[in-house]
């Protein structure tokens, strides 16, 4: 049963710290997806990479998010500093793109990265 | 204004109720409409895929688009407590990109 791992599962941190997140996609799947959940804004699109290659980060705070994918077996979200604003669940997604016209496929949500910035 | 508003609810209805859950949003670009069920501390899974207007069922599950009026809406019919979740609607637009704007979601508790 294929599916998308994260880790940690739940991170607590004092603000200021880094916080490195790990996504491990589905196997043959050639995109990721990064978004964050809070419960006022719901699930937004953090950054998105096609073949390992970043496609749109725009929804990352720039001056302290970066997200890289170093190879096809891991997707990475680093945060440093942490703030406290920060708290909020990440969720990683993969799904696999057949055709460049393909507007949309399926993606597969991982179990979420629960992170609480003190 | 966001582009996908949703109502929060929660919502509570009795067992076997028809359930009615429903987004609107304002970008005339979205043609590919979702609908993703993401139970308490699990990430979001796809249920229902639409393209452009009209309706798709499966199962208990109807997703109709109403593009002219902007309107989309999920039914479930003879609901179970298992359909205790919140739903999040999504869409995409034409031309490739991938990106999903979400709804914030509509909390549904079926009780017993």
């Known amino acids: 049963d294929a599916r998308v791992t994260q880790t940690p599962r739940h991170k607590v941190t004092e603000m200021g710290q880094e916080v490195t997140m790990r996504c491990q996609p589905i196997?043959?799947?050639?995109?990721v997806f990064w978004y964050r959940q809070t419960m006022m804004q719901g699930l937004e699109l953090l950054a998105y990479f096609r073949n390992r290659a970043p496609l749109d980060d725009s929804g990352m705070p720039k001056d302290r998010f970066s997200a890289e994918m170093p190879d096809a077996t891991l997707a990475t979200l680093k945060i440093q500093p942490s703030e406290p604003r920060d708290s909020a669940v990440y969720f990683c997604a993969s799904g696999l793109v057949q055709k460049e016209r393909t507007a949309v496929e399926t993606q597969y949500f991982g179990p979420g990265t629960r992170l609480l910035v003190l | 204004q966001k582009e996908v508003e949703q109502d929060p609810g929660p919502l509570s209805v009795p067992e076997g109720a028809i359930v009615s859950l429903n987004c609107t949003y304002s970008n005339s670009a979205f043609q590919y409409f979702m609908w993703y069920r993401q139970y308490s501390r699990k990430g979001p899974e796809l249920l229902m895929y639409?393209?452009?207007?009209g309706n798709k069922e499966d199962g208990r599950f109807t997703a109709q688009v109403d593009k002219s009026s902007k309107y989309i809406s999920l039914f479930i019919r003879d609901s179970q407590p298992s359909d205790s979740a919140t739903y999040l609607c999504a869409m995409s637009g034409a031309g490739g990109g991938n990106k999903l704007t979400f709804g914030t979601g509509t909390q549904l508790k079926v009780e017993l």
């Open positions: 196997l043959g799947h050639n995109t």
């Open positions: 639409t393209y452009s207007s």
